[in-house]
């Protein structure tokens, strides 16, 4: 497995469009084969995604396709900056159960 991570820091007044943006696309890279996580995480106006792929294959399929750029197009703007990205091999993988619960509201 892949982990992919998403940097970026959300410019003042912008964070309704943004969470609008990032709430969108978070369904769309989560119906993208081989994706098995996608969470957004945030502090003040620091964002974090994260998602992780069953491969590195599918991982490349999604950063080089057409909803990544789609999500880097209308997600950039609302930044300070450029959003920043990395990619990790996974290589332990432990989680509660409780991790697997769908967050609402």
């Known amino acids: ?3 992919r991570l998403f940097f970026g820091e959300i ?3 912008k964070a309704a469009e943004a ?5 969108e696309f978070t369904h769309r890279v989560r119906r993208q084969k081989g994706c098995v996580l996608n969470q957004v995480l ?13 491969t590195k294959e ?3 399929a999604y950063a080089d396709g057409e909803v990544a750029r789609d999500l ?5 703007p ?8 990395k ?7 432990l989680y509660d159960a409780t991790a697997l619960k769908p967050i609402t509201g």
């Open 19 to 23: 969470w609008r943006v990032l709430e």
């Open 1 to 3: 497995m892949y982990t």
């Open 42 to 54: 945030q502090n003040g106006n620091d964002i974090v995604g994260i998602t992780t792929w069953e």
């Open 78 to 85: 609302l930044f300070m900056g450029m959003p920043t990205v």
């Open 11 to 13: 410019q003042p007044g």
């Open 87 to 93: 990619t990790f091999e996974v290589k332990l993988n």
């Open 58 to 60: 599918d991982l490349a």
């Open 72 to 76: 880097f197009k209308r997600i950039t």
